[in-house]
């Protein structure tokens, strides 16, 4: 079974630069999630999706940072004007969601390392 | 307050020896979920066991092993047998309540370095 897609792996813009991150979930997960991961420190949510609706929204940066999930199927998240406080690692997850309703163990994927010069 | 608490930035063992890495967390809600994860330097965030908070038994997957202290609010991750291969970032997690519709929260982790 194929994990967690994301691309690209690395990225290095300009601050006030606009970057995208594409994610495409392990088939069948309903639940997707975007987490930042500032050097140092243990993933944060940004986001969590379920189909194509947001779950959980309460700590994505809404004046620069913006993510869909048309279709329920793979996401895109943007940042748009890049900050240096935005160097981080973006990490896409995904999950079940279980006869019961319950959400599943969520399994990441590889990662977009952006540096913000 | 910190929810997941990591005290060990870095730890050593020599290969093929057990290691222990801790973690405490803090909650009030009687429904919970403990992960460990595992982030060798290539990025990924590896699922390596989960611990519910109503389970009866230590969780168990091959070398891994949960020490799940209920009263202690502590649910460490022993390593038996470390390999080279196990040199990396451990972070613990949970989540809050049954559904699993509230975030994972992260503990800031524990470096693992494992020495022929």
């Known amino acids: 079974e194929a994990g967690v897609a994301q691309s690209p792996r690395y990225k290095i813009i300009e601050k006030r630069q606009s970057v995208a991150f594409w994610c495409n979930p392990i088939s069948g997960h309903a639940t997707l999630y975007w987490y930042q991961q500032i050097l140092g420190q243990g993933p944060k949510l940004l986001i969590q999706?379920?189909?194509?609706?947001?779950?959980?929204d309460s700590q994505l940066p809404k004046d620069r940072f913006s993510a869909e999930r048309l279709k329920g199927v793979d996401s895109t998240l943007k940042i748009q004007p890049a900050k240096l406080e935005d160097s981080a690692v973006y990490l896409c997850?995904?999950?079940?969601?279980?006869?019961?309703?319950?959400?599943?163990?969520?399994?990441f994927g590889p990662g977009t390392r952006l540096t913000v010069l | 307050a910190q929810k997941i608490t990591q005290t060990q930035p870095g730890m050593f063992v020599q290969e093929k020896e057990a290691v222990t890495l801790d973690c405490t967390y803090d909650?009030?809600?009687?429904?919970?979920?403990l992960f460990w994860y595992k982030q060798p330097s290539s990025g990924e965030m590896i699922f390596l066991i989960y611990?519910?908070?109503?389970?009866?038994q230590n969780a168990t997957e091959g070398r891994y092993s949960l020490n799940f202290q209920k009263a202690r609010k502590s649910a460490n991750l022993v390593i038996s047998a470390s390999q080279l291969g196990d040199s990396a970032m451990y972070f613990c997690?949970?989540?809050?309540?049954?559904?699993?519709?509230?975030?994972?929260?992260f503990g800031k982790g524990t470096r693992l370095s494992v020495i022929a």
């Open positions: 999706f379920q189909n194509n609706g947001v779950v959980d």
């Open positions: 997690a949970m989540r809050e309540g049954y559904s699993g519709n509230t975030p994972l929260v």
């Open positions: 909650t009030s809600d009687p429904s919970y979920g």
């Open positions: 997850a995904s999950s079940l969601v279980n006869l019961a309703g319950y959400t599943d163990t969520q399994y």
């Open positions: 611990q519910g908070s109503y389970d009866q």
